[in-house]
């Protein structure tokens, strides 16, 4: 699978665009503004871009009025196949956000219902009492995605509804090239759609890739050979910030111990999950992190851990921005990329880990633990990588079996030897891969 080996850049189109947040329907070209960043793009070693909502919608584009249509805020279907093409010249993936488990008011059919009643036939596309009412006072009830009204969810034991989401997809697929698919709300998602969709996709395109959104739970109840190939890792989304935070290393090894660890019990071995610092649904890491210094390293034990690395837009060179402020402000509009340390940084690390079997493969065995410093090891098929962290702002020297008397470290090229002990400077980070 091409995406376990790949580094992610996430884009929110309306965001990244400067979009209106109404949708007037007025179709404006500004999807191919992505066209201007893929220089950008590699230079941050990213070799895969997943795109939030393109699609028609209300607003903030999880609210889809037609699966079929680029949302004209963006531009037409010819504007992002354009895109499309280009990423892909530049040897660069495309994975879109399916919005399936709900749809905006103003989807086609949710508007049938509203204008028709009893009479429409797509009454049993969701779930509708006539008998009740809603917040927007529509004389019926429908439900809502956990309580939002504007999200109607759709009901995905309806075959008709099922065919329309698996057609609208195989239009994606001939229409844009496109490479996967990530679920929103996956965790929401009934079970056999998903097999259903994974069958389908498999059917189309050799190594489709199928990324859900979970948040907490067993993963592998959606990760598996039948449903999907990747999820969000939000556990250890936390447990990243958490650890620099609280100077606790212990909580972020605990997790990928407990996920990826050597002993059989451990819950994802050989999985790949979607590793990340930050999103368009939570702060900025440059403004969760409390010590600045911390910022580059939390991007190295995101890069060296288990996992697929994805890098949202903006954050690569340290752009602030918390939740509380609502979410347009984490999905905000640039007018041209930035580079700085961290950019060339996160550049290195993307490179190291797209180079090495161990690092896209390997498991994780802990080597040397304290609440400032953590070094573990990756191997795979007879290539061995150990990271190594210091979050101090003092020197530390390490001393550990590395099981190797040399390295060389795969972020700067420079050797290491063990020998004596290791030594970390203050804030520093190592990927060594040792011979």
């Not at 679920?183 to 996709?201: Q, T």
Request: aromatic share 14%; glycine share 8%; proline share 2%.
């Amino acid at each position: 699978m091409w995406a376990y080996e790949s580094v992610f850049y996430q884009i929110y189109p309306l965001g990244f665009c400067g979009a209106s947040y109404e949708n007037d329907g007025k179709v404006v070209n500004n999807i191919t503004k992505v066209i201007s960043w893929i220089p950008h793009i590699r230079q941050t070693g990213c070799n895969a871009v997943y795109f939030s909502p393109v699609f028609e919608s209300d607003t903030h584009g999880y609210n889809t009025r037609d699966y079929t249509k680029i949302d004209a805020r963006l531009g037409s279907n010819k504007d992002f196949q354009n895109v499309c093409q280009k990423l892909h010249e530049n040897d660069i993936r495309v994975v879109l956000d399916g919005v399936f488990n709900h749809v905006g008011r103003g989807f086609w059919a949710f508007r049938d219902v509203l204008e028709k009643r009893e009479n429409s036939r797509y009454i049993n596309w969701f779930n509708i009492n006539f008998a009740g009412n809603s917040c927007y006072n529509d004389g019926l009830w429908y439900e809502g995605w956990e309580g939002c009204y504007d999200l109607v969810k759709l009901n995905l034991r309806n075959e008709e509804v099922v065919n329309h989401i698996l057609e609208c997809v195989g239009k994606w697929i001939e229409e844009f090239d496109i490479d996967g698919i990530r679920l929103d709300v996956a965790y929401c998602l009934d079970k056999e759609f998903i097999k259903r969709l994974r069958r389908f996709c498999d059917s189309q395109k050799k190594d489709f890739f199928l990324l859900g959104e979970l948040l907490h739970g067993d993963y592998s109840m959606f990760v598996n050979n039948e449903m999907l190939d990747s999820a969000t890792n939000y556990e250890c989304y936390k447990g990243l910030y958490s650890s620099f935070n609280c100077m606790n290393m212990f909580e972020i090894c605990h997790s990928l111990k407990n996920q990826f660890g050597p002993e059989q019990w451990c819950r994802y071995r050989g999985m790949h999950l979607l590793s990340f610092v930050d999103n368009h649904d939570v702060s900025r890491i440059a403004s969760q992190l409390t010590d600045p210094g911390h910022l580059k390293l939390i991007y190295a034990l995101m890069f060296a851990m288990p996992g697929i690395p994805c890098v949202y837009y903006g954050s690569e060179w340290g752009t602030k921005a918390m939740k509380s402020d609502g979410d347009p402000a984490l999905r905000v509009c640039f007018d041209e990329p930035q580079q700085n340390d961290l950019t060339k940084w996160i550049g290195s690390l993307a490179q190291a880990h797209k180079d090495s079997r161990a690092l896209c493969y390997g498991g994780f065995k802990i080597l040397h633990l304290t609440n400032r410093q953590c070094i573990f090891e990756r191997e795979a098929d007879g290539e061995r990588v150990i990271a190594a962290v210091n979050a101090d702002g003092q020197t530390y020297t390490a001393h550990f079996d590395a099981g190797a008397q040399r390295a060389t470290d795969l972020i700067d090229g420079t050797e290491h030897d063990f020998g004596g002990g290791s030594e970390l400077a203050p804030y520093s980070a190592h990927l060594w891969k040792v011979y």
